[in-house]
Structures are given as structure tokens and as C-alpha cells.
């Protein structure tokens, strides 16, 4: 019987093969060594509770690009009235909140979900209204008067009715004007529930009367038959703090990155490009942060 000779290359090949994978395995640690940081990079990120209206006013659009190519850092925006934004701080699903309601904000602070509270910017808040302003407001002289005479005509007026920051500043000059608004609302109070952009709408198809921050007003083109009536009272100043989830509240916060979004928003670089964002080369916000 033939037996036929064992071929002289195989035990070359099987050494080829066994060089070949282990410089394979050498090549995709290599790999996997120098894209870890990337990917780490692409994967950072912190969820910002903030208000409709630094959202619809094209800001937070403006904004948080630059500080994505500054740090790498996403910025992942739930927008909702002030109050709902709040919430989400206190249940740990947001690292961040970017609000505007003061006395929200001290009550967040006395209740531990935040340890520091800053100023970040502000704007004002304006009482818009029909072009005809069938209730005078316009020469009321105070925010407070424009109010009575607005409820005493009951005239058309949209409320936000989402605890939002401007809702919570709508019910305090309410308050101011000497009128319990929850008695005297009827067919001629709208409460809409809703960001201040669809309640701009809300009030330009009604022809009525709203308070608004000045921000989302300048961005809001569906204007219609609305002008701004009433500007100008020191009452309607609207400033916006920001805070840091307490992460002992909630240790999935994301403390770091967080404190990193904070320190850019009133730093140097932060505050310039709040001041820098304009809408036909009118300025939104005014930084505020302190020196």
C-alpha cells in the first residue's frame, strides 16, 4: 500500500495561521485602546430641565452647539413650564434645571434637591394684547392697573396655566392687583395649559390679552392682530437661575458633567454668547451671572 508522504507545508501553515490570529487579536486591542476614549467622549451627556421659553426662543439652539464643541458634552433638553421642571429635579431625571420662578427656586433649594442656586440671565416679561387695546392697558401706567382694567372689561386674556414660570409671575400680579383671580376667572379668562409659544398662538387667534417673556415674543413671527401694550414695570423683570441635582439625593446625577455645564453657562465664554444671541439684531437675554 502507498502511503503518501505528509505535505511539508502544512505545519508551516498552521504556524501562518496561528501568527496571523494572534497578530489579529494584537491589531483589535490596538483598536479598541485608542477608540475607547472617543466613544467615551460620544456617549457623554446630562439632561437639562429648563422652560419653554428659553427653548422656543431659539437659545438653547444657539447655545448649546458651542458648548458641545468646547467640551464634548451633550446637552439633552426637556422643555416644560418651570414648575414641571422642578419636578423632574426632584425625582432625579434631570442632572441639570435652567428655570425662572424665584420662589420655585428657594422652595427646590430648602428642600435639599439643590445645594446652590445661580443667576444666569434674565429678560422681561411683556403684556401683549389686541392692536385696538380695548381695555387701555397701554396707558394704565402699572402692570398691576393694566390687570384690573383688563378684568373689570372682562377682556379676552390667555392664560399659560402650566405652572410655568411666567404662569407663577401671571398669578402673583393677579395677586398684586388685588383680584383672586380662581373667583373672578369666567368666559373671558382662557387657561390653556400650554408653552408660551402655542399660547402666543392661542391669544393671536383670539385677539386677546397674555403675558409673555420678551424672548419667545421677538422669536414669535404668527403675531397677527398682537402688539406689545404694556412694557417697562420693574414687576416684570424675569430672571433665570440655574442648579445642580443634588447628586446625594440621587447618585446617578452626573455631577461632573453638570457642574461643567454650569460653569460654562456663567463663565466668560457662557455669558458672552448669551449676550451675543439676537434675533434681527435684536438681543433675547441679558447676562447676569455674578463677576
Given at each position: 500500500m502507498r502511503v503518501s508522504p505528509r505535505p511539508p507545508f502544512l505545519p508551516v501553515s498552521r504556524s501562518v495561521n496561528r501568527v496571523w490570529r494572534a497578530g489579529l487579536a494584537l491589531v483589535l486591542a490596538a483598536c479598541a485602546t485608542l477608540l475607547a476614549p472617543a466613544v467615551q467622549a460620544q456617549s457623554r451627556s446630562i439632561v437639562l430641565a429648563s422652560t419653554t421659553s428659553t427653548e422656543q426662543s431659539?437659545?438653547?439652539?444657539?447655545?448649546?452647539?458651542r458648548f458641545r464643541a468646547t467640551t464634548g458634552i451633550e446637552v439633552r433638553v426637556v422643555a416644560v413650564g418651570t414648575g414641571q421642571a422642578l419636578d423632574l429635579g426632584r425625582r432625579g431625571d434631570a442632572d441639570v434645571v435652567l428655570v425662572h420662578d424665584r420662589p420655585a427656586e428657594d422652595r427646590f433649594l430648602a428642600e435639599g434637591h439643590a445645594t446652590r442656586r445661580l443667576d444666569v440671565m434674565y429678560n422681561d416679561f411683556i403684556l401683549v394684547g389686541p392692536a385696538a387695546d380695548p381695555a387701555r392697558a397701554g396707558s394704565a401706567?402699572?402692570?398691576?392697573?393694566a390687570f384690573r382694567r383688563i378684568r373689570q372689561?372682562?377682556?379676552?386674556?390667555?392664560s399659560r396655566g402650566d405652572r410655568s414660570g411666567t404662569h407663577a409671575a401671571e398669578l402673583r400680579l393677579w395677586e398684586l392687583a388685588g383680584i383672586d383671580i380662581q373667583q373672578a376667572r369666567g368666559a373671558w379668562y382662557r387657561d390653556t395649559g400650554t408653552g408660551m409659544g402655542p399660547?402666543?398662538?392661542?391669544?393671536?387667534?383670539?385677539d386677546a390679552y397674555l403675558l409673555a417673556d420678551r424672548g419667545t415674543w421677538i422669536a414669535f413671527r404668527n403675531r397677527q392682530g398682537l402688539r406689545i401694550v404694556l412694557e417697562g414695570d420693574a414687576r416684570l423683570k424675569n430672571r433665570y437661575g440655574v442648579m445642580l441635582v443634588n447628586p446625594a439625593r440621587h447618585a446617578h446625577v452626573k455631577a461632573v458633567d453638570g457642574?461643567?455645564?454650569?460653569?460654562?453657562?456663567?463663565g466668560a465664554a457662557g455669558q458672552r454668547a448669551i449676550a451675543d444671541y439676537r434675533i434681527e439684531g435684536e438681543q433675547l437675554f441679558f447676562p447676569e451671572a455674578a463677576r
Open positions: 431659539g437659545l438653547f439652539a444657539y447655545l448649546l452647539p401706567g402699572t402692570v398691576m392697573e372689561g372682562e377682556h379676552a386674556f390667555v399660547a402666543l398662538n392661542i391669544a393671536a387667534a383670539m457642574q461643567q455645564f454650569i460653569d460654562w453657562l456663567c
